[in-house]
């Protein structure tokens, strides 16, 4: 081990936990059951799955807790609070305290992971990429996106667009399809531009706290430079950042998912809608917008208003949805978890889609009909088209944003 311990023996560590994590003192109530355990979708390769951690510290052994690479196979997904009977709060006060706490006693941190940290810190966003090209994706689209610094005025709608919304090639095709959405309901929205920075939910989900707080007090000082009613955002994470957790660092500010806004408007929405969009289509819930945050109603409202659509449910979904493996750093674990696991969870996902629309090969295939997986979070498409590249039969299933259905409708993509 290298780095100086911060607390005497893992007891003191678990009363940390107990006494502060909202809710922590439920810890004391944990049963043993391994429900969290069995819903967590890399419970079976963890040494210490969650039900395991808690039995672990009660015994003494946080030094070989943070010895494994438990806390790693973790993907912050919030299966294992959905599931505890006890309601302990076993992601924000067990899993993710202990990969604060491994980082902190062990330095050992897998070397993509740090990666993005280390690209996070110096540039203010995981990808690395340079914060003077946060706004590149707007350029050249008419009429304009509103950049809040050049247009000095007053907007409506403060759209966090967030990292991979902004810089990544595949994404990008659906922010432009929500600017495009946007403009035709007449909305007076803007954009910070160079001056967004990381929201840094899946930062503080990997345990690094101090990154986290230094991302939102730029993101506050940003805020509070401008005037506008609310704010809207493309990504589940920033839109769990800003609702709940920015408050606790007194930072509070109203704001929605992209999907809320636009389900409020579906009147509107109907009456710009001209194409069919013939497809057999399942919704797959984001872990920060459903489980965690209860929003399951209004992405599917949004795709049952596009005509021809046929929407179906996967065998997981709304709370009991499965995740895509993306979140709380898993997005920087892939290679790390794939050598662990031998298994990606994003290609579970894909396979539960497929059973749900029919295979290109299966019985209940018409053939007439596009297959599609809609998402709704932008960390989604990257990595659901990769694993339609390796899953038998998932070849013709399209992964769409609801942004980019939405505006194909109303012929206003691109
Ligand atoms: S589900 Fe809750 S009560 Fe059961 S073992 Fe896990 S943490 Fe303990
Ligand atoms: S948050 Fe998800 S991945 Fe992490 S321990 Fe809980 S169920 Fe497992």
């Known amino acids: ?22 809710d922590g003192e439920r810890i004391r109530l944990c049963l043993q059951c391994g429900a969290c355990s069995g819903a967590c979708p890399f419970g079976f390769v963890m040494k210490y799955p969650p039900h395991g951690m808690i039995a672990a510290l009660r015994a003494g052994m946080l030094d070989d807790l943070v010895g494994t690479d438990t806390s790693w196979m973790c993907v912050s997904c919030y299966a294992c609070t ?11 006060g067990l899993t993710t305290r202990v990969k604060e706490e491994e980082m902190l006693l062990t330095g050992k941190v897998p070397s993509e992971l740090q990666d993005a940290l280390e ?3 110096r540039y203010d966003n995981p990808l690395g990429e340079s914060p003077r090209k946060r706004a590149e994706w707007a350029s050249g689209l008419k009429p304009e996106v509103t950049i809040m610094a050049r247009a000095k005025r007053p907007v409506d709608v403060l759209w966090f667009v967030g990292d991979y919304a902004s810089y990544h090639a595949r994404v990008i095709q659906s922010t432009i399809a929500l600017a495009r959405i946007l403009q035709a309901l007449d909305v007076d929205f ?14 503080r989900l990997a345990g690094e706290t101090g990154l986290f707080e230094m991302l939102a007090e730029k993101n506050a000082k940003a805020f509070d430079k401008y005037e506008f009613n609310e704010i809207i955002t493309t990504d589940p994470h920033a839109f769990n950042a800003i609702r709940n957790e920015y408050p606790h660092l007194e930072i509070s500010y109203p704001i929605r998912h992209y999907t ?34 209860g929003i399951f109603e209004e ?10 659509i046929e929407l179906m449910e ?17 997005m920087w674990l892939d290679g790390f978890q794939w050598e662990i696991a031998g298994v990606r969870i994003s290609e579970w996902r894909v396979r539960e889609a497929i059973s749900a629309v029919g295979s290109e090969n299966g019985k209940d295939t018409e053939v007439s009909r596009e297959r599609i997986l809609a998402i709704a979070c932008p960390y989604e498409s990257p990595r ?15 992964v769409k944003d609801i942004a980019e259905l939405l505006a194909e409708s109303m012929g206003v993509e691109g």
Do not use: W
Not at 190 to 196: N, V
Not at 299 to 308: E, K, N, S
Not at 384 to 398: I, N
């Open 1 to 22: 081990m290298t780095g100086s311990t911060t607390l005497d023996t893992s007891k003191e560590f678990l009363n940390q936990l107990i006494t502060t994590t909202p």
């Open 82 to 92: 959905q599931v505890c009977p006890a309601k302990i709060p076993v992601t924000a």
């Open 119 to 121: 690209k996070a810190q």
């Open 190 to 203: 803007g954009i910070l531009g160079p001056e967004e920075v990381s929201d840094g939910d899946s930062v």
């Open 260 to 293: 809320q806004f636009l389900a409020e408007r579906l009147d509107q929405l109907e009456k710009l809608i001209n194409n069919r969009i013939e497809a057999t289509v399942v919704f797959h819930d984001p872990c920060y917008l459903g489980r965690v945050n």
């Open 299 to 308: 992405p599917r409202q949004l795709l049952q208003a596009i005509p021809g």
């Open 314 to 330: 996967m065998s997981h979904n709304r709370e009991n949805s499965l995740c895509c493996g993306g979140g709380g750093g898993g």
């Open 384 to 398: 659901f088209e990769d694993a339609t590249k390796t899953v038998p039969g998932a070849e013709s299933l399209l």
